[in-house]
């Protein structure tokens, strides 16, 4: 059974930074393309940011310069650094895996239960 399970969300003020951890069980990511995704209350799921099966990292224009991902693929574990936060980066964060994901959601297979990221102005 696959299990991806995200933990490091809470409440910061803007400016501030979080670091995201995604855990995957039942699922190698070394054989997956791996993504962040967000969504804000009333609004669809959008993309953040992607690790791609040919190992190149995307990142949305709206948090390019201030979010890195990075994975180990030995711990099976997906990192998001979220550095100079926003109060508009509010959502509830989302990893996903699938062999040949992208930046659209749908391409996604699975996907943890989510972590909610809180930024207070």
């Known amino acids: 059974q696959v299990r991806l399970v995200e933990s490091g969300g809470g409440l910061v003020q803007a400016g501030g930074s979080l670091r995201l951890s995604c855990a995957a069980s039942g699922r190698t990511f070394s054989s997956d393309a791996t993504g962040w995704f967000r969504q804000a209350p009333g609004k669809e799921r959008e993309f953040v940011a992607a690790?791609?099966?040919?190992?190149?990292?995307v990142y949305a224009n709206s948090v390019k310069g201030r979010f890195t991902l990075s994975r180990d693929n030995a711990k099976n574990t997906m990192y998001l650094q979220m550095n100079n936060l926003k109060p508009e980066d509010t959502a509830v964060y989302y990893c996903?895996?699938?062999?040949?994901?992208?930046?659209?959601?749908?391409?996604?297979?699975?996907w943890g239960q989510g972590t909610q990221v809180t930024v207070s102005s």
């Open positions: 690790l791609n099966w040919s190992g190149r990292t």
């Open positions: 996903a895996a699938e062999p040949l994901g992208s930046i659209v959601a749908t391409t996604y297979n699975y």
